[in-house]
């Protein structure tokens, strides 16, 4: 067998999180107009302010057109096909007190995904803030960290508890009229996570929300809002997984992130929804708007992904760099198998000066997977001593994928550096025959080598996420094996 | 896209009286199709992906003319005026244009230049069925619309299908633009053909006759056949006010071996597009371009390398420097097209800037569509290493004089993949002399003849 006969067998293989939970949802009947802005908001019991934003936005929306740019190919989306609110049957009234509350159902989906949502999970650190498609289910560990004044909990509950916070910065970073997916979301946003980490705290645990889609033809839209106050520091982790299915769905996620004078956020993804099965048929369309503000000096926002799901990924999370000698840092591993397509990268806006900004992006493509790094650095004239690096590497593993790098450089002062390099190459025969050599068979030998390759990246994840995203790595590479 | 609105009638008149010259029916056609053409395309704008940082609202503003070959003639221009512009080379042929005409009187004569070196006009004369068949060749690739404008105005350039020797002649195209009221367009082409083992070098030279405003619009189509080796120099020195659009196409065939050098110190705003396609098996293209921008220049280099066969190599180099307001452009893409395995495509962009209003953008790209490849891009943004301007000071050189040398020695990166001593030559000392004690500069660089 040659080694491409052997890496095309490596090349995966099954959705292992494919499945379905058959559980009662509360769901909209498909279609957008004002109505369903009305629908959504009395539903969630919106203040009149949100209410009205949702509006200014489905209005600017409905002027909108989808964007071409991307190396991207897919059918058209009818958004008047999609229901925009699905929301599991609340139990009781006033919503579920404890993990015993919770339909059973959903709690056995998430033991499933293992998501350490009851207490022995808890001892690996982390509160879950659970989506179950678009209704939060249950918070751990909310005292604890409401002791510190850090608040993290569903926006929705956000929206009703800290209106001021909200209204504050919802929107300040990616504003309604953003690009034609962000002002979608904004329109009929679902729900998502808040946290807001106060002044010189240090979130003593990673945050974490998994998110999940679950009922058919629901197009989920989560909108995260994460504000680090003045020196403060938080660990921001968010993982996703889907069930199983024949029909595209549309996901349009918001993140903003604001980071103010001294305060550091990271953020983690794990992306792992369906990415079809391998004639292409399915999966998810990830439309992403992520974007991190560093508000004030010496804040620093960390973006790490690890994207190996959906069908079609479109996604840049940004870093705007206001402050003085503020950082933006952005590490990403992108895989794209069978036919998934992803197009994918960062942009880094330097504003403040002495403003530094690092990008590091692995691209692996394999089977009829085209992956594309698309990355933006702009150094605007007063932004003077500033620096970028940016690396982006792709490796191919098939005669048939495609690796594409599309980065912008734009700088417009003389003081500043910015740096780009990218290769593109597959896996050395010489590297496999080392391996060989060692004693190591085909796949074992891809598998380290692709290992190699994601390191980077790798290391900047909080060691829970590190380890499921070897793993994840490794079903993707190893089929049959893994 | 912006429709075609703002000078219609003009260039329509100017088709409609230019027609009359010489055409027979299938050259009529072409141009009236690619007129069409150049409607349904509209001019491009900063919307469109290929034009984001380069406006051509100064040239849509403007009613430049298109002069036919008699108020071409009609320059007064001595031969002694062409000195300065000659490189001096030996075995130099030199066939000179004004605005876009052929004039022979200033050319080499006729006795000198090789078989099947002559002017597009003579070529469209005598051997029209041969233009034909090799338009229909070189026009395989995607055109943009100012090349559809080109094309509308098919009337004169350069036609060099010299055949196999073993002291190819160096080929000097001068471009000379001149500057009226109303301004003038020149749109020309330049079919380069290279036979089977063939050699060629052709040094394509754009200067301005005045300071007034002018607008090149060329295209120069390379087709190079199997195991020949050709060298493409455009030398781009108009005056600050001049509009330089290019579009320069290269098609390699089996083991033929290209070497693309533009350099782009002069002009307003210029646009230079690059096309080559890797068509045959072990091909090899170099393109080493240069920039040095500096007031409000504006210049703006376009590439797309196309590997369409196996065991391709292409390196392509840019060094650029911005001084003053100066702006820089480098849009370039690699395209390894599915089973152009074995492509070795290695692209460097550096850029230089030396001043905080000059700008540079640029987005070094890969499209590849084939596993067993070895393909990588570097671009670098940045100013002169501050520690190596302090030693030259160390060393007796004034602060201004140091900049300059380090900015030199930056740019000669580039003149040092040109393997002709006389391009190198004359380079060198347009670049000093855009450069801060350029006489001083000229002096500690000159190569020895």
């Known amino acids: 067998m040659t080694t491409t006969d052997t890496i095309q067998d490596l090349v995966p293989d099954k959705y292992k999180y494919g499945f379905v939970t058959a559980i009662d949802a509360d769901t909209a009947p498909p279609g957008l107009n004002e109505a369903t802005i009305h629908l959504i908001s009395d539903r969630k019991q919106e203040p009149d302010w949100l209410r009205q934003w949702r509006l200014k936005a489905l209005k600017h929306w409905l002027t909108m057109k989808p964007p071409h740019w991307a190396f991207l190919r897919y059918p058209e989306i009818d958004y008047q096909a999609i229901s925009y609110y699905s929301a599991p049957k609340p139990a009781r009234k006033d919503g579920p007190q404890s993990l015993d509350e919770i339909d059973p159902q959903i709690r056995q989906t998430y033991e499933k995904l293992g998501i350490p949502l009851e207490e022995q999970k808890a001892l690996a650190g982390v509160a879950v803030d659970a989506v179950f498609d678009s209704v939060s289910v249950a918070t751990t560990f909310k005292k604890k960290l409401a002791e510190l004044g850090i608040i993290f909990c569903p926006i929705s509950e956000a929206v009703r508890d800290h209106p001021d916070l909200v209204r504050q910065y919802l929107g300040s970073v990616v504003p309604y009229t953003d690009n034609f997916y962000a002002t979608l979301n904004s329109a009929v946003f ?27 033809r629901t197009g989920q839209f989560e909108r995260t809002l994460i504000v680090a106050d003045e020196g ?28 103010l004078k001294d305060a550091t956020i990271k953020y983690s993804t794990i992306q792992n929804w369906y990415p079809g099965d391998a004639q292409g048929k399915g999966g998810i369309y990830n439309f992403v708007t992520k974007r991190g503000a560093c508000r004030g000096a010496r804040a620093h926002i960390s973006w790490t992904q690890v994207e190996t799901g959906s069908a079609i990924t479109w996604k840049y999370p940004s870093c705007i760099l ?63 001593h500033s620096r970028n690096y940016t690396q982006c590497d792709s490796l191919l593993l098939g005669d048939q994928c495609g690796a594409h790098t599309f980065p912008y450089i734009e700088v417009r002062n003389s003081s500043s550096r910015a740096e780009h390099e990218a290769s593109t190459s597959k896996i050395a025969e010489d590297q496999l025959f080392y391996c060989h050599q060692r004693g190591l068979d085909e796949e074992n030998a891809v598998a380290l080598i692709v290992n190699g390759f994601c390191r980077e990246v790798f290391k900047e994840l909080p060691m829970e996420f590190a380890v499921e995203a070897n793993k994840l790595l490794a079903i993707s590479l190893e089929g049959s094996v893994g | 896209m912006v429709a075609v609105a703002e000078q219609p009638d003009l260039y329509d008149r100017d088709l409609q009286r230019l027609q009359r010259h010489n055409a027979p029916d299938w050259l009529c056609d072409w141009r009236q199709r690619q007129m ?16 984001r940082f380069t406006s051509l609202k100064p040239v849509m503003d403007t009613p430049y003319t298109c002069v036919g070959p008699g108020e071409a003639h009609a320059a007064a221009i001595t031969p002694q005026a062409l000195e300065a512009w000659k490189l001096h080379q030996e075995g130099e042929r030199i066939l000179v244009f004004v605005d876009g005409h052929y004039r022979a009187d200033l050319s080499s004569p006729p006795a000198d230049l090789p078989q099947g070196v002559t002017s597009l006009a003579q070529a469209l004369r005598d051997t029209p069925e041969d233009v034909q068949a090799v338009l229909r060749r ?11 404008l080109n094309g509308a105005f098919l009337l004169d350039g350069a036609c060099l299908q010299p055949a196999r020797t073993d002291t190819p002649p160096l080929l000097h195209l001068l471009y000379l ?33 005045g300071a007034g405003r002018h607008w090149c619009n060329g295209i120069t189509h390379l087709l190079a056949g199997p195991n020949s080796h050709a060298r493409y120099y455009l030398l781009e020195e108009s005056n600050p006010q001049a509009v330089n659009t290019r579009l320069i196409h290269a098609h390699l065939d089996r083991d033929s071996r290209v070497e693309l050098h533009p350099a782009l110190l002069g002009g307003g705003l210029v646009r230079n597009n690059i096309h080559g396609v890797l068509d045959g098996e072990g091909s090899h293209l170099l393109v080493n371009g240069l920039f040095v921008g500096r007031g409000q220049q504006h210049l703006d280099n376009h ?84 520690e190596a301007v302090y030693y030259l000071q160390t060393r007796g050189l004034p602060l201004e004089l140091a900049q300059a040398l380090m900015t030199y020695a930056f740019a000669a990166q580039g003149l040092n993949r040109m393997n002709i001593a006389a391009v190198r030559r004359h380079l060198m000392r347009q670049l000093s002399a855009k450069l801060p004690h350029g006489r001083e500069l000229a002096q500690m660089i000159e190569e020895p003849v």
């Not at chain 1, 197009?343 to 997977?369: A, C, E, F, L, P």
């Not at chain 2, 633009?177 to 089977?196: G, K, M």
Request: hydrophobic letters at 35%; proline letters at 5%.
């Open chain 2, 36 to 51: 069409q053409r150049f409607r349904t395309l509209g001019w491009p704008t900063m919307k469109d992906e290929p034009w």
């Open chain 2, 177 to 209: 633009a001149t500057s009226a009221a109303p301004p003038r367009v020149s749109h020309f082409q330049n079919l380069i053909v290279v036979p089977e083992g063939g050699q060629i070098t052709v040094v394509e030279h754009d200067v301005s006759l």
């Open chain 2, 138 to 148: 070189a026009n395989t690739v995607a055109m943009d619309a100012l090349a559809a």
């Open chain 1, 232 to 259: 403060a520091y938080v660990s921001y982790l968010e993982g996703c997984t889907a069930p199983m299915r024949d029909e595209n769905q549309l996901h349009a996620a918001v993140v903003e992130l604001v980071a």
């Open chain 1, 322 to 384: 206001q402050g003085d000698d503020s950082v933006g840092e952005f590490y990403s591993v992108a895989m794209t198998n069978h036919h998934q397509q992803a197009d994918t990268g960062t942009k880094m806006i330097h504003i403040g000066q002495r403003t530094r900004s690092t990008i590091v992006s692995k691209g692996i493509s394999g089977g009829h997977g085209q992956n594309s790094y698309r990355g933006l650095v702009k150094i605007l004239p007063g932004a003077r």
């Open chain 2, 303 to 386: 590439m797309r390398i196309v590997h369409a066969r196996p065991r391709g190599e292409s390196h392509q180099f840019y060094q650029g420097v911005l001084g003053e307001e100066a702006q820089g452009v480098f849009a370039g893409r690699i395209v390894v097209q599915p089973g152009a395995q074995q492509t070795d495509a290695k692209q460097t962009n550096r850029n230089l800037l030396l001043s905080d209003e000059a700008r540079m953008n640029t987005q070094p790209q890969l499209e590849i569509h084939a596993d067993d490849v070895k393909c990588t891009h570097g671009a670098t943004v940045g100013r002169l290493d501050q």
């Open chain 1, 190 to 216: 679902s729900d998502g996570s808040f946290a807001y980490i106060p002044k010189g705290v240090r979130c003593p645990m990673e945050l974490s929300t998994y998110f999940r889609i679950n009922a058919q």
